[in-house]
């Protein structure tokens, strides 16, 4: 599976953005995807997640009520609204997906098999 992110940019405090995971994968509506981001010197956190029937979604607990993960399983996309957008929200963002990842794994990147190459967003203050 080959996913593609796009989205990031350069953006002030406030903004908002849309971040973009996409896939040729006709089977990509049974996979669950997830967000993760890095910010240089730091490990990779988890930032959201939508099961593959969509009817799940979880998010990191800093970034709840900012950030909204949905999919659309006709486009084979999923996406990621960061609204409200801070300093610290600075960071490369990563999509992943997994056919296997149980619901308790959902958080830890080494369970997603597949990444997309990462889209910089960039907040400046």
């Known amino acids: 599976v080959q996913l593609q992110a796009s989205g990031g940019g350069l953006v002030q405090a406030g903004d908002s953005l849309r971040l973009s995971c996409a896939t040729s994968?006709?089977?990509?509506?049974?996979?669950?995807v997830a967000w993760f981001r890095q910010a240089p010197g730091k490990e990779r956190e988890f930032v959201a997640a939508i099961r593959w029937n969509a009817r799940n979604t979880h998010y990191a607990d800093s970034l709840k009520g900012r950030f909204t993960v949905s999919r659309d399983n006709t486009e084979n996309t999923v996406y990621l609204q960061m609204n409200s957008l801070k300093s610290d929200d600075t960071a490369v963002y990563y999509c992943?997906?997994?056919?296997?990842?149980?619901?308790?794994?959902?958080?830890?990147?080494?369970?997603?098999?597949?990444w997309g190459q990462g889209t910089q967003v960039t907040v400046s203050s």
């Open positions: 994968e006709r089977t990509f509506r049974g996979y669950s």
């Open positions: 992943a997906a997994s056919a296997t990842v149980i619901l308790s794994n959902l958080r830890v990147p080494s369970a997603y098999g597949f």
